[in-house]
């Protein structure tokens, strides 16, 4: 409730006079066209200008990002054209050589955990996931201040240890997010000003990314979002939103390409997009997607298993895999990977295993809310043991909740009441001790 009242109060000051980047134009913008003292309303691209720091002078506003794109014009999707990338690609897999910053926020959560357990033993080992790295996701537009945060952070760790800092983020925050699911619908609609909102979103996480150009950063792009349009077309609201969501995914690559962020597009998992039926249009897709976004080398490839259950390599095939013959991540990325560099998209992957030590333990393939039983899994790695792998990697912060299993609740999702859905549940992303507590003692490798 709290997200919808700040998304709320933050439109009605910006009839007034726009805020520090908030929105002063854009094609649909019936709001303030003036800014706040201090700042200038800047023209970004045909859907959104936005209030940027300094005064309006001509010498005061274009930063890279924001004038190049203030000569773009509109196709047929309602992208912009690709912004003019200023920054320039290393070779190789970009988790190579550094160290993953530590998101404050996680360690703080794990702090409070360990702290409510009496057991001293499994305290410690609680204790010690403080020390693993995470994904930050940016679920909301009111987290984006965050980032800068961690970024000027991680830079002066890089300044002062001389260990050169990666940042780790996902970006999830599409105009009607999740159409297939309801546990983690979004502050965004489609019908209210959605698309721009994104675009708005993007442009507030870009602006912080550029002030700090010695810090790397590793994005996923848009959990569940672009493997909804493979499989879900058939639900009305993933239907209504396939426009806007490749409109927003394709602003988002060339975006955040523009800046020097790594990225790697979702693409589900084994047991959704690895059957033999939807592997061939996933592909297509995402080749597709990586093309909109300008095929940047920093586009680096494609996220898979996260948030989920999966084994990267199942040491023989869980019987609800029956039938698929990826049964497992790798096998998943093995036939993926071909397909994709074959139509000219030479994709690397990274692996979320936070959650995958157990496995044999759901009733269906399909099952994904706060699997009952579950081990934190293989810790991140760039050993992979696999050329498509750059990472295994924990994006999912271990012990945030999947879904409520509270039927009254808006965000209600049958899934997460299911016999091996733990329960009772809080809502999505909030703090779940009972099953922190069971990923912990049942860790494999054990911690
Ligand atoms: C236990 O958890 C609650 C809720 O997260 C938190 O407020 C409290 O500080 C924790 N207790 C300790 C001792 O850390
Ligand atoms: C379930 O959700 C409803 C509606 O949001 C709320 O009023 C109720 O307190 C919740 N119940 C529990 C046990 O959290």
């Not at 404050?104 to 702090?111: G, L, V």
């Not at 979002?225 to 988002?252: D, H, I, M, P, R």
């Not at 693409?267 to 690895?274: C, I, K, R, S």
């Amino acid at each position: 409730m709290f997200k919808y009242a700040a998304l709320l109060a933050f439109v009605s000051v910006v009839t007034a006079q726009s805020q520090l980047y908030g929105q002063c134009g854009g094609i649909g913008w019936t709001g303030s066209t003036t800014c706040v003292a201090g700042a200038t309303c800047t023209v970004l691209n045909d859907y959104y200008s936005q209030c940027l720091p300094g005064a309006a002078s001509s010498s005061s506003t274009p930063t890279t990002v924001s004038s190049s794109h203030s000569t773009t014009t509109a196709s047929s999707t309602g992208t912009s054209s690709a912004p003019t990338s200023t920054a320039t690609p290393a070779a190789g897999n970009p988790f190579e050589g550094y160290t993953i910053y530590l998101s404050p926020y996680y360690a703080n959560e794990i702090a409070l955990a360990a702290g409510n357990i009496t057991d001293s033993t499994l305290k410690a080992k609680a204790a010690s996931i403080a020390n693993i790295p995470t994904f930050t996701w940016l679920d909301t537009v009111a987290k984006v201040p965050d980032l800068g945060t961690y970024l000027a952070d991680a830079d002066s760790i890089q300044k002062s240890t001389g260990q050169k800092q990666l940042v780790q983020i996902v970006v999830y925050d599409l105009p009607d997010r999740d159409c297939a699911a309801k546990a983690s619908n979004g502050e965004f609609s489609i019908a209210d000003n959605g698309q721009a909102n994104y675009f708005n979103y993007m442009d507030q996480i870009v602006a912080q990314i550029q002030k700090y150009p010695d810090v790397r950063v590793v994005a996923v792009i848009e959990p569940d979002s672009l493997a909804n349009l493979v499989t879900n077309l058939n639900v009305q609201k993933c239907a209504n939103a396939e426009t806007t969501y490749k409109a927003c995914v394709t602003y988002a690559l060339k975006q955040l390409s523009s800046v020097g962020v790594y990225q790697y597009m979702d693409a589900g998992h084994a047991g959704w997009l690895g059957w033999p039926a939807n592997i061939s249009p996933a592909a297509t897709l995402f080749t597709q997607m990586y093309q909109a976004g300008g095929s940047s080398p920093f586009i680096r490839g494609l996220a898979t298993n996260v948030a989920n259950y999966n084994a990267l390599t199942a040491a023989s095939p869980d019987p609800i895999t029956q039938g698929n013959p990826n049964y497992d991540e790798s096998h998943y990325i093995n036939a993926l990977a071909p397909m994709l560099a074959s139509s000219g998209f030479p994709a690397q992957f990274i692996v979320d295993q936070g959650r995958s030590g157990v496995q044999n333990i759901r009733q269906q393939w399909g099952d994904w809310c706060n699997i009952k039983g579950a081990g934190f899994g293989t810790r991140p790695t760039t050993n992979t043991g696999n050329s498509y792998i750059d990472s295994i990697v924990w994006v999912k912060p271990g012990g945030e909740c999947d879904g409520t299993s509270n039927s009254s609740s808006p965000r209600y999702d049958s899934t997460c009441s299911l016999s091996d859905a733990d329960q009772p549940a809080p809502e999505a992303g909030t703090w779940f001790q009972e099953y922190f507590q069971t990923l912990v003692s049942k860790a494999s490798p054990s911690l």
